[in-house]
């Protein structure tokens, strides 16, 4: 498994939270995100260069190490479209009730 740095995993939750909002643009049911919860196993490294970087490793507890740690984010979606307003999130399934 390729390792993932923790701002590169940020952003593409934010990536994926984009494009599901893209995705309802159109719907009549809309959602709102108030805060996304994020739990993430990481462990600290440090690089050859001396600078300390946190890489995501995998949910399985079993294969962590010592080093291994939980991070856990509360973060609030803002959309820098909407002028910092709260993002909002549809289904990209249509339900066709007919």
Same mark, same amino acid.
């Given at each position: 498994?390729?390792?993932?740095g923790?701002a590169?995993?940020?952003d593409h939750?934010?990536?994926?939270? &984009?494009? +599901?909002q893209?995705?309802?643009? !159109?719907h009549?049911?809309?959602?709102?995100? *108030?805060? =996304?919860?994020?739990?993430? $196993?990481?462990?600290?490294?440090?690089?050859?260069?001396?600078k300390?970087?946190?890489?995501?490793?995998? &949910?399985? +507890?079993?294969?962590?190490?010592? !080093?291994?740690?939980?991070?856990?984010?509360? *973060?609030? =979606?803002?959309?820098?479209? $909407?002028?910092?307003?709260?993002?909002?999130?549809?289904?990209?399934?249509?339900?066709?009730?007919?």
């Amino acid at each position: 498994m390729d390792e993932i740095g923790l701002a590169e995993a940020i952003d593409h939750l934010r990536f994926q939270l &984009g494009v +599901a909002q893209d995705a309802g643009l !159109n719907h009549q049911l809309r959602f709102e995100v *108030l805060e =996304v919860e994020v739990e993430l $196993l990481v462990e600290a490294r440090r690089e050859k260069t001396g600078k300390v970087d946190f890489k995501v490793v995998g &949910g399985d +507890a079993k294969g962590t190490s010592a !080093n291994s740690h939980k991070v856990k984010l509360k *973060l609030n =979606v803002k959309d820098a479209a $909407l002028g910092g307003e709260r993002a909002v999130v549809a289904s990209s399934k249509h339900l066709d009730m007919e």
